[in-house]
């Protein structure tokens, strides 16, 4: 685990259901921009404004069936995974 991945406190952030309706809600707001934008705007939101305890519970959540769970935001969500999201690049909102 490096050291963005390790929580500063160990334990639960906020409540699941929280971090659920948290993360459809900015899954609506990028509802409106273009399926490729709205995902990198969706996981550059998450990667740089929530708490990598928060992200975590969000993908272990996914990773047992993301029930409740908009799929833009899992679609979004996965690609904290990958190596080319690291965090290199820009952060900002999603470029026209």
Known sequence: MNDDE???VEGDV???EQ???MAN???D???AYPSER???GL??????NWDPRMRNALLKHIDTGGDGLDTRVI???QQLREKAADKSGYYGPPQA
């Open 43 to 48: 996981r550059n939101h998450l990667r740089t």
């Open 14 to 16: 906020i409540d699941l």
């Open 75 to 77: 679609d979004a969500a």
């Open 29 to 31: 707001f990028y509802a």
């Open 6 to 8: 390790r929580p500063a």
């Open 38 to 40: 709205a995902r990198e």
């Open 19 to 21: 971090l659920i309706s």
């Open 25 to 27: 809600q900015i899954g």
